[in-house]
Structures are given as C-alpha cells and as structure tokens.
C-alpha cells in the first residue's frame, strides 16, 4: 500500500506491508511493546522549499502509527523538522511511548544517511462513546470561480499532488496587510480523506507568510502540530475541500501559523499549528 501516488512503500523489516491481513499487529510478529522499523523512499516528487515536503514527512509517521496499533484512529501528530530530507532511501522507527485502554502515544523517527530528519509523537485512539459539539463559523473565502489557480513555483514538487485554488484577497508575494492563504482544495484523483493525506494537506499550501514578507521568511518549518476531527470516505464531483492559513504573530524570529480544513458543508475535518522561521536568514 503507497501512501500517495508516486511514493514508495513503507516496508518492514520483515516483509512488506500491504494494507491487507497480513499489515494487522501480530500477523507479521509485531511487538506492541518494542520498536518498529520500517524501510522507506522519500521520492522526490515531494521535493518542496528546503528538501522533502515537511507534511509528506509527517505523514508517513502517521501511516507508520496506523501499521502498529490495532484499529485505533491517528487523533493527533506533532512532529519537529531537525534538518532537511532529501530523496532517495531513509528509514523510519516507531516506538510506543504508552500504551492505554482508549490512547496511546508513540515516537517515529526519519533518520537519512545516519542522521534524524524529523521526529514526531503520534496520539491514536480506539472509538469511545463521548459528548460532542460542533459550532461551524467558516472563515470567509471566496467562490471557486472567483478563486485564481496556484501558480507554484519551479522545483517545488510537492505541489503536483492536489490541486486548489486561492483565493484573491491575499495571495503570495504581494505584500499584503495580512499573513494569510486560502482558498479550496481536493486530491487530484478521487481518494479516502484520511488521516494520513489530512496532515499533509495542512502543510500543503504556499506558507501564510509569504502574502507579507518576502520568501523564505516564514517558509521553513520549526515545529508542526495537527489535530484531526473526522476524516471522509472521498469527495463527491465537483466538491471542494477549504483551507485557510493565518499567522498573526511573529516574535523572536518565529511565526505561529494557524490552519483550518474544511468540508463542503463548514465542518472542520482537521487544524494545525505550525511554528516557521521568521528570521531573515535561515540556519
């Protein structure tokens, strides 16, 4: 089973995973208690800013946390970014942190040439009966059809793996009053609104930042928070999912974007937190 398309598996140590009977913990030998290590190719089709694509990263923590626990839902990943990823093999080991009735928590850890990439904790949750609410207040984003195509720019891939449009009161590169992005978004092919794509797409759009200040203020990810609400099995045709993206504050050369995936209806599907480097420089 890929993660997206044109991505390489995430293969264990044992044997490749598939997605089948055979990818269930205990089917393969999986220890809940041990650590897990999984072969994997970064492709460099999610070749972004400053090496491989930060979400796609964290993504493949959240698929990893999916192979190991047993039938509990990715809720929510925090991952930091320790150096850029670049294309080619890597290897990804997932540990359990604890191991409850209802939560459990794990580390995944991308090392590439013998170096760590990116470490994220991973909560998951097994279905629990509890009190909910929902109060939709969507941000105000323009129409589709009033909406302009994202022209991303040459070399950063990882844009080829969905398709939006944003929307024109605050676009990148104008210098706008406001860090803000938004606009709509769906896969380009149809395909489940998992957890494992939700996390990407929040790291997806062009950085808020850059409708205020010039790249790449604001472009590099620190540290990278998602929450998920609900997932969908897929869209209909012509359905749109939205994003919106804002950072509001930056001090002490980091900025704290805030970002927002809705469904057609205003629901939202996931949030995320994200620190960028707001320095002028990057180190």
Known sequence: MTLFDRTGDLTHRTGPLTGGEESRPGAIGFDPMTPTTFDIELD??????????????????????????DGRSVRTVTTSFLRPGHSG?????IMPERLGRSLSTHVATIT???????????????VVDGIEWDA?????????????????????????????VLDPTHLPFTHGPLARVAGHVRPLEPRPIDAAWLTMILDWFPPSPFSHVDPPTGGVSVDYTVHLHRTLDRLRD???????????????????????????????????????WSARTIS
Not at 49 to 69: C, D, F, I, N, Q
Not at 112 to 126: F, K
Not at 150 to 161: I, K, M, T
């Open 89 to 93: 093999p890597a290897e990804l080991t």
């Open 44 to 69: 460099p089709s999610w070749s972004s800013l400053r090496g491989t694509h930060g979400g796609y990263l964290a993504s493949l923590a959240v698929r990893a946390a999916e192979r190991v626990t």
């Open 238 to 276: 012509g359905e749109w999912l939205t994003g919106a993206f804002r950072a509001d504050v930056s001090s002490n050369s980091m900025a704290l974007e805030k970002g927002v995936i809705r469904d057609a209806t205003g629901h939202v599907l996931a949030e995320s937190f994200h620190t960028r």
């Open 112 to 126: 590439q040439d013998g170096r760590g990439v990116a470490t994220s904790r991973v909560t998951t949750m097994v």
């Open 136 to 164: 939709p207040e969507p941000e105000r984003i323009a129409a589709v059809p009033e909406c302009v195509p994202l022209d991303p720019p040459e070399g950063v891939r990882h844009f080829a793996h969905a398709t939006a």
